[in-house]
Each structure stands twice: as C-alpha cells, then as structure tokens.
C-alpha cells in the first residue's frame, strides 16, 4: 500500500526526469496540475522559510511560456541532463494530496563533452494522486548548493 | 505486473553492475544471450541513427573474448566503476521481449585514488523474459557525453 | 517476497541517508541494534580483510558519543552531503538476520557552494529485521577510493 504509493511516485519522477533528459520540453508541464507551483531553490533559502526562488511558476501556463521562451531564446551554450532518482519518502498522504520527498542528482553535458556534477537536492512535492491520476500540485525544487549557474534554464 | 516487471529488470540490472563493479568480468557474458547484441555508443550518434559504436559485438562469445583480451592485455592503469542505476522504464513488452530503457550514473576510481564521473547515460535494451529466466538479447548503452576516453576499457 | 524485503531495506536505507543529509545527526544512532559494528573502510583494505577502519565502533553508544563530538568540535568547514542509493541486494537470509548490499554515491557540499563527488561505494550490512523491525546490526561501509580527505566527519 505505502509500497505501492512509494513506487507510483517514483515511476512519475522517472517519466519526468526522462521528459527533461530527451529533451522533450513541451511535454513537461503536462506533468503538473494546472493550477500547480514550480519552484527552484537552495537549501539555505528554504530552511529560512524564503518564498522567492531562482525559478518560480504558480500555474502550468507559466510552465509552458517558460517552455517557449527557451526555445526561442536558445542562446545558452548547448547542455542536456541526466537526472538520477532516489526513493521517494512519503511524509503525508490525506485524501488524495500526497506530501513526499526524493532526493535527485543531475548531471549536465556540455557542448556533447564535458561532464559536470551539476545540482544534487531533494524535490519537495505534493501531488494529487487519485486511481487514474498522479499530478504534481507544488514541486519546490531544493538544490543544496547555493552556487547557481547564471545559466540555469533547463527545468529541474 | 508492471511493477513486477520493472523490479524484475531493476534486479537484473542491479546484479549486472555489481559484477562489474566487483572485477568479476568473467559472470559478465552470463548476463546476455547467445546471441545478444552489445554496442557502447554516444547519444548523438543513437540520435542520427548510426550503427557503429565504440565498442560493438553480436554474440556473447564476443564478450567471452572482450574480457579475455582485457585480462590479457592489463596495460591500461588500474581502474574500477561504480555504477548507480535509475528505475527501469518499460517501452514495449511483447511475448517474452522487454523494451526498456534505464538511466546511469558511473564514477570511476583510478589508482584507487581519484573519483571522478566518468560517464551518464542509459541502458536501451531488449530482455528476453521467462517467467525462469532473464537475459539481455540487445544492450545498447548510450553515453550522453561524446568525449571518450581512450581508455574505455571496463564494460559499462 | 523477495522483494518486499529488498524494498524495505531500500526505504531503511533511504531513511538513513535522509537523517544524515538533513543534518538531524542525533537520530543517526537510532538505526543501529545496540551491539552494533559500524565501519568506514576502503576497498583494498576490505579486500586484504582488515579489520581496522577510518573510523571503527562496535556500540551505538560509541555513536551518540561521536555524534556528540562532531557537534562540540565544529571545527570543520560548514558541509553538507547527498546521498543516492542503489537497489539493495540480499546475499543471505536466516532467521532474523540478512546480509545485503547496497551501492551509493554522496555529494558534498562544501561551503553551500562547491559540489563534489565525496565518495563512491557500498554497505555491507547485516540487518536484524523482524515484522515491526529493522536494524542495523553491521554496517560496513566500503569506499571505492583510498583518498581519504582528513574531514571525514560527517556519518557515511
């Protein structure tokens, strides 16, 4: 039960990661509910209780200009990810608003070469989960390094 | 049933990087099929299609004699990986074939002293699944970083 | 079956490693059965069979006590880790005692700033596990690399 919600999380975390990794931009808000919140922050600003982050999205509207904004600006260096997962924690499931936890390493490929450990932290999360359905309502992305990238612009 | 399916390959794969991992490369070969396909290309590559790789085979014999060569040959500087492995994502499973895909993460310790990560990508692969038996008929491992080194050695 | 035990000592795992990432250290001894050994080595020592350790307690009395130091000292530079883990692998289980293996990675974060990959490994453990639970009762943690930096101060 408590199994099968750990592992219905992780198979979505992995869909998500895997939209980012292959580079499918417009499929990713799809992963969010329409009235959600996206947010990317540090570790040091989130234990302060600081609401602002480097990104910040409060409908997947906003996830979806964010989208196209980057496909057209496109002046940013060419970089993909690699995400790797850990297990989800599930620290409160009420009706069908799930608050959980995952921790996440992302590695970044530049220019097709250079390698770099790129962000680590945890995802924050609360989703709707009903039968049919798993959305992401509030995702604070919480990196634990304070040393962002001017170049931040794939999603997280 | 998914599920199932999905830990099943996790399982496999897990048991396929601790053999690496631990220098057993003899067992290496056990984990394909007479007549698997192995390749080791880059993401650009796999993207436009190419069929060659930096390393390529199509049989397991070829992989008896791969690790052969690298016992024998032993120039290159001591060297060992670690591998960490993202959940399996099932593409297509029909009859006793599996198409998945699986991400990775490999640092690799050379000297015993130096860590560094050495390569991320993902596992595109085709199982062969019995309910007794799981073996990998294609594994086409896709690095995302072009830059190589010449001294990939260690399967991945 | 099978799996249900690989999955629960991937969740304890996963705990563990969210206790020591969050900072909550004083938690950390609380995993372990009283009697517990708890071992930092390298891998060429694990394989010579040394016993010693970078760091070595064979109580988790010892723990709370080098917990408590960590605390007092503080001399070191502000650091946090991030740990990811592998699939969990069961090499043997009797009675109430299973033996298994898990490979991780952690991320230090030196400064809220610099990101490095610390260290790279497995647990070797022994877990005393009945229906309501499951402890720790050894835990050897063989790191891949013989680098040691001289703060290894944070649990592993």
Excluded at 124 to 150: Q, W
Aim: hydrophobic share 40%.
């Amino acid at each position: 039960m408590s199994d099968d919600l750990e592992l219905r999380l992780l198979r979505n975390a992995t869909a998500y990661a895997r939209c980012i990794d292959d580079g499918r931009l417009e499929e990713w808000p799809g992963f969010f509910t329409e009235h959600c919140v996206y947010r990317v922050t540090t570790a040091e600003n989130y234990a302060r209780g600081y609401e602002a982050g480097v990104i910040w999205a409060n409908s997947r509207a906003m996830l979806v200009d964010r989208v196209a904004a980057l496909r057209e600006a496109n002046i940013f260096e060419p970089q993909t990810y690699r995400h790797l997962l850990g297990m989800p924690t599930v620290l409160d499931a009420q009706d069908d608003r799930v608050h959980s936890e995952t921790p996440f390493f992302v590695a970044r490929i530049t220019g097709g070469l250079r390698t770099d450990l790129f962000a680590t932290g945890r995802y924050v999360d609360v989703h709707v989960i009903t039968p049919s359905e798993l959305k992401v309502d509030e995702r604070v992305v919480v990196c634990d390094s304070s040393a962002f990238d001017t170049l931040v612009a794939l999603p997280l």
